[in-house]
């Protein structure tokens, strides 16, 4: 069958799959696997996550009527059957693209998509939160939060399931249960799960045992009493009763890959008057043998071939296969160096021979960005050496324990924030906002690698000279720089002066050094503006006095992959304020607008839609310093 034809087509919402025979709904499943592979192989993104809930997807879409009833899924990157069964089909090719669907939910995309998603642990908090509204107008709707084992042990989560029994009469939580969050699960919880599923006889013999009692004299009696006997077989067969302490209904563990047992559950459980946890065993990567065979690499990918999975490799290095090798280095010279990473390891470059070499010095604690952060700043109160990996917009979440925790305290925590800057997946995990609340936190340095091999540096200075915590961040990909490209020695709180100039100065944070060097190649050779470049290195401690001493003498622009408020432009705004040079220079920033919610899409598309190419700063520099000419005159 050829990608995009066949039953598929046909679906133009949910209430097609009811008129579809058991048969049918098999063979669309198979149909939405292919759609999916085909698609993703070209455009990028969460392959191995979506393949495993196929099956889920169409029961939930079967049994409920959405969008009246609320279907939310946690983090949102699974969501691609669930909108190839609610009428985007046809514009499924498009997703990830610029102008295209979301490769997560988003609710300006459709009415199905009746809450957006992209980080791990939200969904429960917020089908409680549209299960109390039912309540109080009186609405009788159905919820339904979909969540993963991995996503079950954030934070939020758990305090959703602590409130969940006082706060609602009745919701319906599915575990998707695929023992891996990005990378594997890890943890207790989904220890408890994995002995839940191994534990299937319990099921068994908790039938067997009602039919038996059943039988006995008085048997009737004894099952009106049931659930006393339920606590008492789970005490004795299943290690624990965790959600059913919690008071929530637990129900499974049942096969997610079995349309009929998932339809017939779901149809049994849908009217329930209490919370209700339903346990669904699903295979990550599921009908794909290279995603399944390796569904870490699979969760979110690039381009791939859809029959073999192999990818073009970027050629070159990047930032995070950098990262991976200077942290190898500094855990083989100093005892005192663990690395702490929250489900990130692999995206942040922190290699399966690396966490097999230090076992005892690696330390993923799931999908907790904040326990992560105090979790290593209890090590280094206790005189480790902890470097902590993980992406920039998560790190949002950790921002209080930053302070609170890593901050006030001095201690020696270094946090190397990766994707930092815009990111084809969107809004949700574009890093440009986090410098507005790192610049404010007390005892914080925030350092700025323009290369990989100036990250090296800047690692194994801060460690030398660590005594409080310590920020480095950067970007996803590749810097663009040679090999070759040797940065000059670093001093700390000192900039990187990269070019002289007599117009203009142009400082740049990270990576945009880069485009600031290619910026100021234009300008010379198309305008013959002479614009001097500065890799900003340090935002704090910020090189005052080398800002300065430019901004003296000539107009200053600023280039960051960042908001402009709250990064380098507000802290060059700020000099300026406080100094003479104000009445004698002006500041031209560049970056990303605060007021504004950033698409996903290719980041050269995004760069060129908002005017970040160096061509086009170029241009809007040469247009400003003629009007600064003529006002002059």
């Known amino acids: 069958m050829k990608d995009g034809t066949g039953l598929l087509e046909t679906i133009d919402g949910p ?11 098999e063979k669309l499943a198979g149909e ?53 069964l609610t009428g985007r089909a046809g514009e499924f090719d498009t997703i990830r693209r610029t102008g295209g669907l979301s490769g997560f939910t988003r609710t300006g995309e459709s009415p199905y998509d009746c809450f957006g998603a992209g980080h791990a642990g939200t969904a429960i908090s917020a089908a409680m939160g549209f299960s109390a509204a039912e309540s109080l107008s009186g609405g009788h709707d159905h919820v339904v939060a979909v969540v993963g084992d991995g996503a079950l042990i954030c934070g939020i989560s758990l305090e959703a399931l602590n409130n969940l029994r006082s706060t609602c009469r009745k919701l319906i ?39 038996m009692v059943h039988r006995l004299p008085g048997g009737k009696n ?71 065979e390796d569904p870490e690499h699979f969760h979110g990918t690039g381009a791939f071939h859809p029959d073999t999975g192999k990818s073009a490799r970027p050629t070159g290095d990047t930032f995070s ?26 995206g942040c470059g922190i290699t399966d021979e690396y966490r097999q070499k230090f076992p005892d010095r690696f330390f993923d604690v799931g999908i907790a960005e904040e326990h992560a952060l105090v979790f290593a700043s209890g090590l280094a109160a206790a005189g480790y050496r902890p470097v902590v990996a993980i992406y920039a917009t998560f790190a949002q979440r950790a921002l209080d324990c930053i302070f609170h925790d890593a901050a006030l305290q001095d201690l020696p925590v270094m946090i190397c924030l990766d994707r930092a800057g815009i990111v084809e997946d969107g809004p949700t995990h574009h890093g440009i906002h986090d410098l507005g609340f790192l610049r404010s936190i ?8 323009r290369s990989e091999a100036e990250l090296q540096m800047m690692m194994t200075e801060a460690h030398r000279r660590q005594t409080g915590p310590v920020v480095i961040r950067y970007p996803k990909s590749a810097s663009g720089y040679s090999p070759d490209d040797r940065p000059a020695p670093l001093e700390w709180g000192r900039a990187e002066i990269r070019r002289q100039g007599t117009d203009l100065v142009l400082w740049a944070a990270g990576r945009e050094t880069k485009t600031a060097e290619e910026t100021a190649d234009i300008l010379k050779e198309k305008y013959g503006i002479s614009a001097a470049v500065v890799n900003t290195r340090f935002l704090r401690p910020f090189d005052r006095e080398t800002f300065l001493s430019f ?21 060059a705004a700020e000099l300026l304020a406080e100094s003479s040079a104000a009445s004698r220079s002006r500041l031209f920033p560049f970056g990303w607008s605060a007021g504004e919610i950033l698409p996903h899409g290719k980041t050269a598309d995004i760069r060129q839609s908002r005017g ?22």
């Open 15 to 25: 209430d097609r799959l009811k008129e579809l025979t058991a048969d049918q709904l």
């Open 32 to 84: 939405i696997r292919e759609k999916i592979i085909g698609t993703v192989s070209r455009n990028g993104g969460h392959l191995a996550p979506n393949l495993g809930v196929v099956e889920l997807a169409i029961a939930l879409h079967r049994v409920f009527h959405a969008p009246e009833d609320k279907i939310i899924w946690d983090v949102g990157h699974q969501c691609y059957p669930h909108k190839l």
């Open 173 to 211: 939580v599915v575990l998707n249960d695929n023992k891996m969050s990005i990378s594997e699960s890890i943890g207790a919880i989904p220890n408890y799960l994995n002995r839940i599923i191994t534990g299937r006889n319990y099921n068994r013999f908790k039938a067997l045992a009602k039919m």
């Open 222 to 292: 004894v099952i009106g009493n049931i659930q006393n006997l339920e606590a008492s077989l789970k005490n004795l067969f299943v290690p624990g009763i965790f959600f059913e302490e919690l008071g929530i209904r637990y129900v499974g563990p049942i096969d997610g890959h079995k349309l009929p047992e998932l339809i017939r559950t779901f149809e049994r459980i849908k009217d329930f008057t209490r919370p209700v946890l339903v346990h669904v065993v699903t295979e990550k990567g599921r009908g794909c043998d290279f995603a399944s």
């Open 321 to 346: 296969a950098a990262f991976g090798r200077i942290l190898t280095d500094l855990t083989e010279t100093d005892p005192r160096v663990v690395s702490v990473t929250a489900a990130m390891a692999s």
């Open 442 to 449: 007390p005892n914080l340095a925030i350092l700025l690698p």
């Open 551 to 571: 901004a003296e003498h000539m107009p200053v622009a600023t280039l960051e992959d960042h908001v402009k408020e709250g990064g380098l432009a507000s802290q």
């Open 612 to 633: 970040m190419t160096p061509r086009q700063i170029a241009e809007t520099l040469t247009e400003y310093l003629k009007t600064m000419s003529d006002h002059a005159s």
